[in-house]
């Protein structure tokens, strides 16, 4: 399976700032995945990072909040935005590689 | 949407006993997954399941997928303190685009 760097691993930032998130990724894959995880909760889908092509996001997730980029096929990185204390969370890229979803380690985000 | 409901929320049981999570989708689903999550970790790949009735196994963990692809359940026997933590299905289109359970955490006391 893919090996997915993640960094930062987390970070204290500031209300009204922003914070870049990348995911390196070992080997080539056509789509990367960016997940978020609210304390406690389970696991809610942002955005699929498309290669040559903007993201499509899922339903409540916004360009302009959390804007991705994906220049080539072993990389992404996702920006929070104007970030408020509701975007503390874990951030987690992933890959679908032969059916298995591989996460990176995640981005533990506390905005104060 | 789709909806992937699972339950029970929480279990605790005593080391060397059975547990079982049970998962259920709100549509029928193309292929469902299992993940385990250790606390202060990220979400581990456990196993896909895609025919319907399909039956997997892993050591002590068994994996079911219902007969009509909108359900499936996860057992483990004679649990161990080391199988602490969060399960979590996921059902979708394929692995990375996927829709996840609200997760069963399991914990074990020795």
């Known amino acids: 399976s893919a090996v997915i760097s993640q960094k930062p691993s987390r970070d204290i930032c500031q209300r009204g700032t922003s914070l870049t998130i990348q995911c390196q990724v070992d080997?080539?894959?056509?789509?990367m995945f960016w997940y978020r995880q609210q304390p406690g909760q389970s696991l809610t889908l942002i955005a699929t990072?498309?290669?040559?092509?903007?993201?499509?996001?899922e339903s409540g997730f916004v360009i302009d909040k959390f804007p991705i980029s994906r220049p080539n096929l072993t990389f992404s990185t996702l920006t929070v935005s104007n970030m408020s204390p509701e975007d503390s969370s874990i951030y987690l890229c992933?890959?679908?590689?032969?059916?298995?979803?591989?996460f990176g380690s995640g981005t533990r985000l506390t905005v104060v | 949407g789709q909806q992937v409901m699972q339950i029970p929320q929480y279990q605790h049981v005593q080391e060397g006993e059975d547990f079982t999570t049970y998962c259920n989708s709100s549509?029928?689903?193309?292929?469902i997954q299992w993940y385990k999550q250790r606390p202060g970790g990220h979400p581990v790949f456990l196993i896909q399941?895609?025919?319907?009735?399909e039956v997997k196994k892993q050591k002590r963990l068994t994996f079911q997928f219902g007969e009509a692809k909108k359900n499936s359940s996860l057992h483990i026997t004679a649990t161990q303190t080391t199988d602490v933590g969060t399960y979590f299905c996921?059902?979708?289109?394929?692995?990375?685009?996927?829709?996840f359970g609200d997760g069963t955490t399991l914990t074990v006391k020795p």
């Open positions: 992933s890959v679908d590689t032969t059916g298995a979803n591989t």
């Open positions: 990072a498309n290669q040559g092509s903007e993201a499509t996001y």
């Open positions: 399941l895609v025919k319907s009735g």
């Open positions: 996921a059902g979708g289109p394929n692995a990375g685009k996927s829709t």
């Open positions: 080997s080539q894959v056509t789509m």
């Open positions: 549509t029928t689903l193309s292929n």
